[in-house]
């Protein structure tokens, strides 16, 4: 079954961020640069994300938030740190909130993924997990960076 149209994109995607919120609580961001979105990040545990078996490099680990969508759609603010903004963001909020690790699956040697590529994450501090020529699954223990 497919999405007909936008409408119906978006609707299906604000009933998933309500139904993801009420279990899990905040599970995505918005980061502008003035009144302009600029970019989007969408994360939660992988239950709620069941396209994610769908990798090779699945599973995502039971104890995880898996970072699904880190991205900057348009090319010109890439490269200039706001990625770098969200994610930090995004990580500050997951150690308060006691979540053990945050895994995503990047891609090698491309922007074009809704998750980003790799070499951001691994400058950030995640580790490959789980290889795959593709899309390997890189994971952030989080527990270092609460006690710090």
Not at 44 to 55: E, T
Not at 81 to 89: A, C, K, M, N, Y
Request: hydrophobic content about 40%.
């Amino acid at each position: 079954m497919g999405v007909e149209n936008r409408d119906e994109a978006l609707a299906l995607k604000g009933a998933w961020v309500q139904r993801t919120g009420e279990a899990f609580g905040d599970c995505g961001r918005i980061l502008y640069a003035g009144e302009r979105a600029v970019g989007y990040a969408q994360y939660a545990p992988a239950r709620f994300l069941p396209n994610a078996q769908d990798y090779p490099a699945a599973p995502v680990g039971d104890d995880a938030v898996l970072l699904a969508c880190l991205f900057l759609p348009r090319p010109e603010h890439r490269g200039r740190g706001l990625g770098s903004l969200l994610l930090q963001d995004i990580l500050g909020e997951l150690c308060r909130r006691g979540v053990p690790a945050v895994e995503a699956f990047a891609r090698r040697g491309s922007a074009a993924n809704p998750s980003g590529p790799v070499e951001p994450y691994l400058r950030h501090g995640f580790a490959v997990r789980r290889d795959d020529p593709q899309f390997p699954l890189l994971r952030l223990d989080l527990s270092a960076r609460a006690r710090g």
